[in-house]
């Protein structure tokens, strides 16, 4: 496929008009502090910045920062600046900043940079992140957002990153407006964003649902005999999915779920009926693991049987995620020890699928090595093969993946990452790892990728020849329009490509999310748009429900998506049976 123009926010207004900021706003950030920004730059050879008076347009003065070769993350060439007004969580907080590109070497000639209001500890708490592209042409951008911190003067910062491939742009007329919480975002100004590709008649989609039909479904044919084994026709039949083959899932918190009150029960009840596949957040991750007492282990055991009982697939996460960071405190002690940092590493991968074995469909065996590394920098490369072969050794049925979130999130922009992910994937496969699967992350804020771009993504790693699985999608923002329409768009996608076996959300209930906007259903259970475009897409339109009589030959013959059924023989009970490529044909008995 030819390299396709990638665009994270279009601006509905072409020309520039600047718009006031409203009234009633307390300053946190004024427009003359842009001079006492500070500078993180990899080095010379790789980016540099200045401050530079402007004769015309918008802003008087504004930073010019040139990238000149792709920094290892985006974050490595940026300017910080301290708020210098109080904010509080749940504050509506409200931006503006202008931005133009003067020389950019990618697809579409535009310039991008990243908008960050964050705490400015180490924690580095985000209220929101967005990147922007701009044109020659100075672009206003404005967008209120709600704090998620408190915070005094001087403790939050912004954030303009630019660590992007090689190209020139000019940022100015910061500012930022505090309308403490009674105002909420939605009454403010926005400036309006939009993605390619996102109209109903868009080529792509039509194209998306010819392949849905030709590669998600199967004929069926179900074959009633009587009881001397001949041919039953008229016979009224009726058959109903129940469960898709397909990981249509999300994020879980076991103790959520095994919880009391209306809640959990409630909790139960979405997670039975609208998932097919489930990841556990947080239980299994080594720290987490360890540091559990006997009764939460048991505890995230039971959990794992409430979904092996209802025959709801599962995927294990993570047995590494190998920087010194997220490993347990008994791995950090033994920096300097890499024969028992190895014995180890092993004992961690065997047990933990060991303990899962014949329960998971499928388990990370690491993630993020392009981030967190700091355990294949004491045990060598090869050290992560061995991994994999733990894993297979403990449970040679258990499908194994590496995940990062390099790939679709943010556009896929950041090249080396993207490059590396591959590198590591291909490096596994030439050291014979039993690899069977990639996973991208998949956490959007307001810069989604196109669906033509998100396409050529998943072309570029289905190309690998493993499967493909969406493993923490979510979209974290507040236009639930936007919100809604990506979350339809990117499913079709990934459900039209060969290469995807799953997309799993990273959670689903605002009671118990990681980034609330970013949930189906809100606290009190009501549906949000993009909980409702889950719901049609995954349990109505790719759904498969048919009634009918048998054929003169006692057959019933349907297409449909693969998946657990309910299937009824005239006024007998329901039988529940599997159909899928592997058993595409199957005969009853009538009572």
């Known amino acids: 496929m030819k390299a396709l123009a990638i665009v994270f926010l279009t601006v509905l207004h072409a020309a520039y008009a600047a718009t006031p900021a409203p009234d009633g706003g307390s300053p946190v950030f004024k427009v003359s502090a842009i001079e006492s920004f500070a500078l993180d730059s990899p080095s010379r050879d790789t980016a540099r910045a200045e401050l530079m008076d402007i004769s015309s347009g918008p802003v008087i003065r504004a930073w010019r920062m040139e990238t000149l070769r792709q920094p290892a993350e985006t974050w490595k060439f940026q300017l910080r600046g301290r708020s210098s007004g109080p904010v509080k969580r749940g504050d509506t907080l409200w931006a503006r900043f202008f931005l133009r590109s003067s020389a950019s070497r990618n697809e579409t000639g535009e310039g991008h940079a990243t908008f960050v209001f964050e705490s400015a500890d180490e924690r580095h708490v985000k209220s929101i992140d967005l990147t922007f592209s701009a044109g020659s042409e100075w672009r206003e951008f404005c967008f209120p957002f709600e704090c998620r911190s408190d915070l005094a003067a001087g403790e939050a910062q912004i954030s303009i990153r630019a660590g992007f491939r090689p190209q020139v742009i000019e940022v100015g007329g910061i500012e930022v407006f505090n309308y403490g919480p009674s105002v909420q975002p939605a009454d403010l100004p926005r400036t309006q964003v939009d993605y390619p590709g996102r109209e109903l008649d868009a080529a792509w989609r039509m194209e998306a649902e010819a392949r849905i039909e030709k590669i998600r479904k199967n004929d069926f044919t179900l074959c009633v005999v009587d009881a001397a084994g001949k041919p039953a026709p008229g016979v009224k039949i009726d058959v109903r999915l129940r469960r898709h083959a397909f990981g249509f899932g999300s994020a879980v918190d076991g103790s959520v779920l095994l919880g009391n009150g209306a809640d959990s029960e409630r909790y139960r009840e979405v997670i039975d009926r609208s998932f097919s596949r489930v990841v556990f957040e947080n239980e299994l991750k080594w720290q987490s693991w360890e540091s559990a007492s006997d009764g939460r282990r048991a505890l995230s055991m039971e959990a794992i049987e409430w979904f092996r009982k209802r025959g709801i697939?599962?995927?294990?996460?993570?047995?590494?995620?190998?920087?010194?960071?997220?490993?347990?405190?008994?791995?950090?002690?033994?920096?300097?020890?890499?024969?028992?940092?190895?014995?180890?590493?092993?004992?961690?991968?065997?047990?933990?699928?060991?303990?899962?074995?014949?329960?998971?469909?499928?388990?990370?065996?690491?993630?993020?090595?392009?981030?967190?590394?700091?355990?294949?920098?004491?045990?060598?490369?090869?050290?992560?093969?061995?991994?994999?072969?733990?894993?297979?050794?403990?449970?040679?049925?258990?499908?194994?993946?590496?995940?990062?979130?390099?790939g679709l999130a943010a556009g896929g922009m950041n090249t080396r990452h993207k490059d590396h992910f591959e590198k590591t994937v291909r490096d596994l496969q030439e050291r014979y790892a039993p690899i069977h699967g990639i996973g991208l992350q998949c956490h959007f804020g307001w810069s989604v990728t196109p669906p033509e771009a998100a396409l050529a993504e998943l072309d570029r790693w289905g190309k690998l020849g493993l499967e493909v699985q969406l493993t923490e999608f979510d979209i974290d923002i507040t236009d639930e329009e936007l919100q809604a329409d990506y979350t339809r768009d990117l499913l079709t996608?990934?459900?039209?490509?060969?290469?995807?076996?799953?997309?799993?959300?990273?959670?689903?209930?605002?009671?118990?999310?990681?980034?609330?906007?970013?949930?189906?259903?809100?606290?009190?259970?009501?549906?949000?748009?993009?909980?409702?475009?889950?719901?049609?897409?995954?349990?109505?339109?790719?759904?498969?429900?048919?009634?009918?009589?048998?054929?003169?030959?006692?057959?019933?013959?349907?297409?449909?998506?693969?998946?657990?059924?309910?299937?009824?023989?005239?006024?007998?009970?329901s039988e529940s049976v599997r159909l899928d490529a592997n058993r595409s044909s199957i005969t009853f008995t009538r009572p």
């Open 313 to 406: 697939a599962m995927r294990g996460h993570v047995l590494l995620w190998p920087s010194w960071q997220y490993l347990p405190e008994s791995m950090r002690r033994l920096r300097g020890n890499p024969v028992e940092l190895r014995r180890l590493a092993l004992e961690r991968v065997h047990g933990m699928v060991s303990l899962t074995r014949g329960r998971f469909h499928d388990w990370d065996v690491v993630n993020e090595p392009y981030a967190h590394h700091d355990l294949m920098d004491v045990l060598g490369g090869g050290a992560m093969a061995d991994w994999f072969q733990a894993a297979h050794e403990a449970d040679p049925e258990v499908r194994l993946f590496l995940n990062d979130y390099a």
């Open 493 to 573: 996608l990934a459900f039209s490509h060969p290469s995807v076996t799953a997309i799993m959300t990273w959670g689903f209930w605002e009671g118990r999310h990681w980034r609330p906007d970013a949930a189906l259903w809100r606290k009190d259970w009501s549906l949000k748009p993009n909980g409702k475009v889950w719901l049609d897409l995954t349990t109505r339109r790719w759904w498969t429900q048919a009634a009918g009589v048998t054929d003169a030959k006692g057959g019933f013959h349907l297409r449909g998506f693969p998946g657990d059924y309910e299937v009824r023989i005239g006024s007998g009970p």
